[in-house]
T-cell receptor, first 112, second 113 residues
């Protein structure tokens, strides 16, 4: 079925440290896995995606890792900054379904 | 130059009323969506339209009726509002019909009293 879930609902990190946000998924038919960031009072914003035939993709300060064996997805944010405070969602784009299925979200808070 | 704009931002109304939320995108995208976000931040797709044609209707009560007068607009009309309709409603658009990269509006917070 369609299910994208997160291990932790909240994550608190020190400014400057690296953050790792995890996600488990159950649908093996997904083409893409995507991370979105939602700041308070705003709509979700696309961060990075990874195709299902890849296991790693890097962006600016972010890296997404995909482990298909255990159906696990993670988002790593390097040198976390106050502006990274947000709720982060993983989502999957199911082949042929023409829609994104979102996970519950993880709230990332940054301690000064 | 807001890419996806929706109005109103806040909507407070009584049970049983009918209300509409409007959405417009100036990105030239062919596909538009409505998502509902509940109090636990869970985001779920309601509808998608591609070039004014309904593509997805995710078991949403028929009190919810989307209307797309042209591909840049997707409005959401809700009849006989219920307490459980209280949520944040997001409009979004994408260039691809597969909807991998969505551009979201800032949301409409609907409170039904």
């Amino acid at each position: 079925g369609e299910s994208v879930g997160l291990h932790l609902p909240t994550l608190s990190v020190q400014e400057g440290d690296n953050s790792i946000i995890n996600c488990a998924y159950s649908n093996s038919a997904s083409d893409y896995f995507i991370w979105y960031k939602q700041e308070s009072g705003k709509g979700p914003q696309f961060i990075i995606d990874i195709r299902s035939n890849m296991d790693k993709r890097q962006g600016q300060r972010v890296t997404v890792l995909l482990n298909k064996t255990v159906k696990h997805l993670s988002l790593q944010i390097a040198a976390t900054q106050p502006g990274d405070s947000a709720v982060y969602f993983c989502a999957e784009n199911v082949q042929g379904a023409q829609k994104l299925v979102f996970g519950q979200g993880t709230r990332l808070t940054i301690n000064p | 130059d807001t890419a996806v704009s929706q109005t109103p931002k806040y909507l407070v109304t009584q049970m049983g009323n009918d209300k509409s939320i409007k959405c417009e995108q100036n990105l030239g995208h062919d596909t538009m969506y409505w998502y509902k976000q509940d109090s636990k931040k869970f985001l779920k797709i309601m509808f998608s339209y591609n070039n004014k044609e309904l593509i997805i209707n995710e078991t949403v009560p028929n009190r919810f009726s989307p209307k797309s007068p042209d591909k840049a607009h997707l409005n959401l009309h809700i009849n006989s509002l219920e307490l459980g309709d209280s949520a944040v409603y997001f409009c979004a658009s994408s260039q691809e019909e597969s909807g991998r990269e969505l551009f979201f509006g800032s949301g409409t917070q609907l409170s039904v009293l």
